[in-house]
Structures are given as C-alpha cells and as structure tokens.
C-alpha cells in the first residue's frame, strides 16, 4: 500500500512564500513521477506541477511558472513544492500525487493520492 502525506500548508499574506512537503511510504518511492495538484472551492482540481522520478524533468502550468518550483530528493521519499510570490488565486487544497508511468497534467495518469494540506494566500 502507497502512503503520500502533505505538510507545509498554511496561511500566508499575499507575495509571501510556503514550502509544502509530501513523504511517499510503502514502495519504491525513485519509481514514481510526482506531481502537485490543486484545488480550489468549487472547481476542478488542476494541475500544478510534475517532476520525473530522476528529478531530470519538470512541467509547469502556466499560472504557476516562474513562482513554484519542484523538487524531490529520493533517499528521504519526498517530494517539495516550494512557492514564492504566492497570489491569493493561489488558495486552494493542494494535492500530492505519484504515478507508476511517466506521469502528466491529466489527474487520470496518477495512481495514489495523498488527502492534501490547505494554502490560503491573504490579499
């Protein structure tokens, strides 16, 4: 069994900076592309990221590109979003994902799911 569990979500001012964190447990954590999903109140949940699982490629949307970055480091199974000049359009739920393929934008290529950590970003 697949185990993702996020941290790191919080409240913060408009232009401020969280990092969120999501530890993979249960299987070969280097195996698995990563991604970051979001969403928010009344809307589908989106795409925000994705990295492979050498860490050699990464994928943005277009919202985020250039504030968040994607990293993961696979001797710790873990997985970080770190977000910088953070909007409030960026509140939302954010969502941890892994896949067993090479992974995407779509919620369909990914296989286990962590129960997300909430971002509020204030005005």
């Known amino acids: 069994q697949v185990q993702l569990v996020e941290s790191g979500g919080g409240l913060v001012q408009a232009g401020g900076s969280l990092r969120l964190s999501c530890v993979v447990s249960?299987?070969?954590?280097?195996?698995?592309?990563m991604a970051w999903f979001r969403q928010a109140p009344g809307k589908e949940r989106e795409f925000v990221t994705t990295?492979?699982?050498?860490?050699?490629?990464?994928r943005y949307a277009d919202s985020v590109k250039g504030r968040f970055t994607i990293s993961r480091d696979n001797a710790k199974n873990t997985v970080y979003l770190q977000m910088d000049s953070l909007k409030p359009e960026d509140t939302a739920v954010y969502y941890c994902?892994?896949?067993?393929?090479?992974?995407?934008?779509?919620?369909?290529?990914?296989?286990?799911w962590g129960q997300g950590t909430q971002v509020t970003v204030s005005a």
């Open positions: 994902a892994a896949s067993t393929l090479t992974g995407g934008t779509s919620t369909g290529q990914y296989h286990y």
């Open positions: 249960g299987r070969t954590f280097s195996n698995y592309a």
């Open positions: 990295i492979s699982w050498s860490g050699a490629a990464t």
